[in-house]
């Protein structure tokens, strides 16, 4: 009878070790078994691909000096006075000059600079909106004057990303019809290089007032009851040039 019981007791702490082994490997398994991860849709419209931002952006110019000239070249002058009507239109601050000093070139950036004032206050450049200072040029050659403001660009990309394989290859995403990352990048960056005004794109204009000298005429031919039409004539008398008979 003790035998027996011995023999029961010894199945029973098999059966037990057994079941705790059993145990342990499935803790294990599931330690190393790693659920699928959801595929990453990226958006369908490429404007949500690749959105065109409003960022802060320069515009600069350089004036190149040089020890035997002083003041400024034609052509310097009508850089300088484009510089100047942008920045009305387009500036978001002040006007920063970075001028050359302690080289040969220094009577010529002195003589450039009264120049450049010069525009400046005759573009309507107030005074105040013009900051200067002075930089130890590295070199001799090629010391240029630096001026620059600062303005609101759009700009969209980068471009060129490929972060999925056009396919075949397995996987749902390549089994759907879907544009493809890169697609419209270039377009985005492209229209985001030719907007005139960046603020466009989040607020319209104000309305400018209407044209009254038409408007008046237009008036005027309504209330005595005329066709408020233009008249266009002579547009229809063209000839073919005989050059080349």
Known sequence: MTAK???????????????????WLAVMLAGCYQAPQAEDHYPVDYRTRHPISLQEGERSIKIFLSRNRGGL????????????????????????????????TDRA?????????????ASGVPQG??????????????????????????????????????????????LENR???????????NLAAEIDNPSDLVQPRVEQPAYEPRRAVMLDKYTKGKSTAGAYTGYDKGKISDLGK
Request: charged share 20%; net charge positive.
């Open 73 to 104: 070249t034609a052509a310097q002058r009508a850089d300088v006075l484009a510089f100047a009507q942008q920045w009305r239109r387009e500036a978001t601050g002040g006007i920063v000059i970075d001028v050359p000093w302690g080289g040969p």
């Open 179 to 189: 544009e493809y990352w890169n697609l419209g990048c270039a377009t985005q960056h």
């Open 5 to 23: 019981r011995s023999a029961i007791g010894g199945c029973r702490g098999r059966a037990a070790l057994r079941l705790i082994g059993t145990g």
């Open 129 to 174: 909106a013009v900051y200067v200072r002075r930089f130890k040029p590295e070199r001799a050659g090629l010391v240029s004057i630096r001026i620059n403001y600062s303005k609101l660009t759009a700009q969209a990309g980068p471009c060129g990303l490929w972060p999925k394989d056009l396919g075949p290859a397995a996987g749902k995403q390549y």
């Open 109 to 121: 950036a002195v003589d450039s600079m009264r120049e450049i004032h010069s525009i400046f206050v």
